[in-house]
């Protein structure tokens, strides 16, 4: 039972992060993993500042669209 | 023995495949169920997944699990993130599924559903897809550096330059014809203009509350702009039906195209969070959460295919766009076969975000793939439909008249049982004035989608509503891609133009930024003002203008390419992108070619130019013109599409060139020459 639990939370985790990465926000917490172990002298962002970067990154430098 | 075995469950599928295609093919006279035409692709893409892209994993590309790609080279949480190879499938197809597989395979529908299906099956499975994972491949081992810079580093500089500025012209079309399709579905239909107006003002208020209000909350604000898109639906019937309210949201085509034209201004200069985010956020999720529910409802409808397996417009004469099955079906149908586009995507984002070069197969190859599967369900859905109400929909004004007798007794005539009744009446159940001579996919796409959606859920009764909400979710994206793509061409002609003067490049410069801004807008503007005031209805013209550039955005990837394979000294395997770009460029230099030159002024710019001419010339006028100084722009405008055609014909031979030059290089050389990111110890670029 706690297995498919699990499984149903995990499962919930996969598609919440591809909803995210479709419009361009890839996973915060990753972030923060990354910034703690290779980084641990920088302060990371906010998840706002994080959200932000991220809007700047997928339509400032010029992204072109879909067909 | 077990070697064999394994082989068996995809020689079962191969056959059940073969059986579907069969009964596809060879159904003459007797209609078929939409079924067999998804069993058909749905093998054929598992059988090609399994083999083919196995075959260009391991053999071509040498595919190296131990390599490290750039995600893990350059890993900083943001732009380059390993990523689990579904997540990141998700986010490929998000950013390559748009309004081209939609669009297309419904125009191509005039010639019958079996032409289109075998090119979209054909040319996914040996060009697409191929080009797709191919491009990601290339990318992925150079940093997922983007497609021009790809070039640049492969062929040179100059071909860098060339393919660039090609990309941009590209851009422009595209953006125009999108705009096209999207006012063309506007047009007297006030619940529909409602409707996307309304996007408008729920756009930026889920900007503001995610600014201001809850910041950050991304899938709960989604989630109340969903609903009050569905508000805006149901308001807009009730809008379409009010006598005061109905007149206001009334609009022409060419009070449409200014709205637009003023609207791509003032958005692409807006903050992102304010407008476009939220918009694309919403955009995002319809599309693929329709995408999904459209598949669902096509296997649990499963329609019968109304429309002839080939009708008698193979040779050339169709209403909705014009020219012969060789070359035009092939520019028709971009996206779901091949589309150049996602060569920009598969050198975009997500060459970065890739964990194990294993899953490029899944993700390039497979991506395309389901891509491809949307494009057969837009054809199954344009097919379910009356083939004369199909008809009525997109033939031009021209030919069809504008009351629904004159077009009853016209497609009568071409073959097509039909009664103005039937035609009146299905307007009057998706709840609009008039269905007649809306071309361009969208309105096509939204009957059929709407007779499919309303046979599960509500019946006749919501019929009205399917329609409006399936043109709210191509209206929604398209727009996105307008706003976005200026945005996008924007940069490229700040960029350019920095070149000249310096002090436009900077993008944080309001002067700048404005002229760059109103330059991308008036150019797309212009096309598109141009088609909307077109007798023939714009798309005749455009799609094929719009279907060549793409197609040859496809043949230029596919020649880089190539040339990495002779540069990797893997030339053996070189026919493996040689043969797709080969026939991508006959196809579009044909088409290019006769879209210039054709002597049938429904083809040929020149020849319709001369037409304009010879009659100006004698006094007379020729419609759409109301006045010499009309003809004389027609005039000025053929000649303007005409150089543009041939400006593509140039950009794709140029590079042709430059790849053969590199490949005859690559071949002299002794030993690779391409520049690879290191293989993961000390070993240095191959050969440099």
Not at chain 2, 246 to 262: C, E, R, S, Y
Request: include cysteine; charged fraction near 10%.
């Amino acid at each position: 039972m706690s297995g498919l639990k699990s499984n149903l939370s995990r499962f919930r985790g996969y598609f919440e992060q591809t909803a995210k990465l479709m419009i361009g926000v890839p996973d915060y917490d990753t972030y923060l993993e990354h910034m703690r172990t290779r980084h641990p002298d920088q302060p990371a962002m906010t998840y706002t500042e994080f959200l932000d970067n991220r809007l700047q990154a997928r339509y400032g430098a010029g992204k072109a669209g879909c067909c | 023995m077990p070697r064999i075995l394994n082989h068996a469950p995809w020689l079962v599928l191969a056959v059940l495949g073969a059986f579907a295609l069969g009964t596809v093919a060879l159904a003459r006279g007797e209609t078929i169920n939409a079924l067999w035409l998804v069993v058909a692709a749905v093998c054929t893409y598992l059988v090609s997944y399994r083999y083919y892209s196995l075959f260009i994993a391991t053999r071509v590309m040498r595919l190296d699990p131990a390599r490290p790609t750039p995600a893990m080279r350059h890993n900083d949480g943001l732009d380059y993130v390993p990523t689990n190879q579904y997540v990141l499938f998700g986010h490929h197809f998000a950013a390559i599924a748009g309004a081209g597989p939609l669009v297309g395979p419904v125009l191509a529908a005039q010639m019958g559903y079996l032409p289109g299906m075998l090119w979209i099956l054909a040319g996914v499975v040996v060009a697409g897809a191929v080009q797709d994972f191919m491009i990601l491949f290339i990318s992925m081992r150079r940093d997922g550096r983007s497609l021009g810079e790809l070039i640049k580093a492969e062929l040179g500089d100059i071909p860098g330059v060339i393919a660039l500025f090609g990309t941009f012209m590209i851009m422009v079309i595209i953006l125009a014809v999108l705009a096209l399709v999207v006012v063309k579905a506007l047009t007297n239909s006030p619940w529909g203009f409602f409707t996307v107006a309304a996007t408008v003002p729920i756009a930026l208020f889920m900007g503001v509350y995610m600014r201001f209000l809850r910041p950050g909350r991304i899938g709960e604000i989604s989630i109340i702009g969903f609903f009050l898109l569905i508000a805006a639906i149901l308001l807009g019937g009730q809008v379409a039906q009010s006598e005061t309210l109905a007149p206001m949201f009334t609009l022409t085509g060419v009070q449409i195209t200014w709205i637009l034209i003023g609207y791509g201004f003032v958005a692409s200069v807006l903050p992102v969070w304010l407008l476009l985010a939220p918009r694309d956020y919403l955009s995002t999720f319809l599309k693929v959460g329709t995408i999904v529910m459209l598949a669902l409802c096509i296997l649990l409808v499963a329609p019968p295919m109304k429309m002839p397996s080939v009708t008698r417009f193979v040779d050339g004469t169709g209403p909705v766009w014009s020219g012969s099955l060789f070359p035009f079906l092939f520019i028709t149908i971009a996206c779901g076969a091949v589309s150049g586009f996602h060569a920009l995507i598969s050198s975009g984002t997500t060459p970065k975000m890739v964990e194990n070069e294993l899953h490029t197969r899944f993700i390039g190859y497979g991506g395309m793939l389901t891509e491809s599967f949307v494009a057969i369900m837009a054809l199954v859905a344009a097919s379910c439909i009356e083939p004369g109400i199909y008809f009525a929909m997109n033939s031009p004004p021209a030919l069809l008249g504008t009351t629904a007798e004159s077009a009853a007794q016209v497609i009568n005539n071409w073959g097509f049982v039909i009664t103005p009744e039937m035609i009146t009446q299905t307007a009057q159940d998706v709840g609009e004035v008039s269905i007649l001579s809306r071309a361009g996919g969208a309105p096509t796409l939204a009957v059929g989608m709407a007779q499919i959606f309303s046979e599960l859920f509500g019946g006749k009764a919501m019929m009205a509503f399917w329609y409006h909400f399936a043109i709210l979710f191509e209206a929604l994206f398209i727009l996105t891609a307008v706003d976005a793509g200026t945005r996008a061409g924007r940069f490229m002609l700040q960029d350019l133009l920095g070149v000249f003067f310096k002090p436009l490049q900077r993008t944080a410069s309001w002067a700048g930024n404005l002229i760059a801004t109103g330059l991308c807008v008036a150019a797309w503007g212009y096309i598109l003002y141009q088609g909307v005031i077109d007798p023939l209805g714009g798309i005749n013209t455009f799609w094929p203008l719009f279907g060549i550039s793409n197609q040859m955005l496809a043949g230029i990837a596919l020649i880089l390419a190539t040339v990495v394979l002779f540069r990797m000294k893997r030339e053996r395997y070189a026919w493996v992108t040689m043969v797709p770009a080969a026939w991508l460029l006959i196809c579009t230099l044909t088409a290019g070619v006769q879209k210039v030159f054709h002597s049938n002024p429904a083809i040929g710019f020149l020849a319709h130019a001369e037409r304009f001419s010879t009659a100006a010339n004698e006094g007379r006028l020729l419609a759409p013109a109301t006045s010499m100084e009309q003809m004389r722009q027609v005039i000025f405008n053929d000649y303007l599409d005409a150089a543009l055609a041939s400006l593509f014909v140039l950009v794709v031979l140029a590079v042709l060139v430059f790849g053969i030059l590199s490949c005859l290089k690559a071949l002299r050389s002794d030993r690779p020459t391409t520049r690879e990111i290191p293989t993961g110890g000390a070993t240095a670029r191959a050969g440099d």
